[in-house]
């Protein structure tokens, strides 16, 4: 004789049907704001490394301050 799981497994009902469709659906979302969330990880990850440079003696030694000064302004603007 199944037991109650086994035969629940066997027989889905509409409702487990359901909640696989929208399962599905949301997958689907989840994978749009996933892509947008290391979009904005890939950007800040490239921005601090840009502060990192620019605090750096030896890089901004090549620069000049008006170089320097609009560098920082742009990695100010996103860290914001």
Same mark, same amino acid.
Request: glycine share 2%; charged share 35%.
């Given at each position: 004789?199944?037991? @109650?799981?086994?035969?629940?497994?066997?027989?889905? /009902? $509409?409702?487990?049907?359901? @909640?696989?469709? $929208?399962?599905?659906?949301? /997958?689907?979302?989840?994978?749009?704001?996933?892509?947008?969330?290391?979009?904005?990880?890939? @950007?800040?990850?490239?921005?601090?490394?840009?502060?990192?440079?620019?605090?750096?003696?030896?890089?901004?030694?090549? @620069?000049?301050?008006? /170089?320097?000064?609009?560098?920082?302004?742009?990695?100010?603007?996103?860290?914001?």
């Amino acid at each position: 004789m199944p037991t @109650l799981e086994e035969h629940i497994c066997a027989t889905p /009902n $509409k409702y487990d049907v359901l @909640l696989v469709k $929208k399962a599905g659906r949301y /997958n689907a979302e989840d994978e749009e704001v996933m892509k947008k969330v290391e979009a904005q990880n890939d @950007l800040e990850n490239y921005t601090y490394n840009m502060r990192n440079m620019v605090r750096d003696e030896k890089f901004t030694a090549k @620069l000049t301050a008006e /170089n320097k000064q609009s560098i920082e302004k742009a990695v100010d603007d996103g860290l914001v």
